[in-house]
Nanobody, 119 residues
Framework: QVQLVESGGGSVQPGGSLRLSCTASGIPSDYFPLYQFGWFRQAPGKEREGVSCIRGDESIVYSDSVKGRFTISRDYAKNTVYLQMNSLQPKDPAVYFC??????????WGRGTQVNVSS
């Protein structure tokens, strides 16, 4: 059974940074590089939106709202995917989820980690 656990959320001031981690278990190390991993977020009263995705071929996409501020990466040795978030803005607070895919149809999801941005 694949499980994803997010961590690294918290509260920062506008302009601050956070690094989210998503550690995957249940995926053999040889297969981890083949998986797509996506980061999504959902703010109160809003629909879940895709933030970034890294594919098996290492191609990466970002939503327009985070492009230039967020960076997705992964560590094969740790079966972990990261989302480095810089220049956080008041529009960024949400619960951030990782998933084994780049769309809402992803099969496995983590429980999420809360990100708050306030002065």
């Amino acid at each position: 059974q694949v499980q994803l656990v997010e961590s690294g959320g918290g509260s920062v001031q506008p302009g601050g940074s956070l690094r989210l981690s998503c550690t995957a278990s249940g995926i053999p190390s040889d297969y981890f590089p083949l998986y797509q991993f996506g980061w999504f977020r959902q703010a109160p009263g809003k629909e879940r939106e895709g933030v970034s995705c890294i594919r098996g071929d290492e191609s990466i996409v970002y939503s327009d709202s985070v492009k230039g501020r967020f960076t997705i990466s992964r560590d094969y040795a740790k079966n972990t995917v990261y989302l480095q978030m810089n220049s956080l803005q008041p529009k960024d607070p949400a619960v951030y989820f990782c998933a084994t895919g780049c769309s809402d149809s992803a099969l496995y999801w983590g429980r999420g980690t809360q990100v708050n941005v306030s002065s």
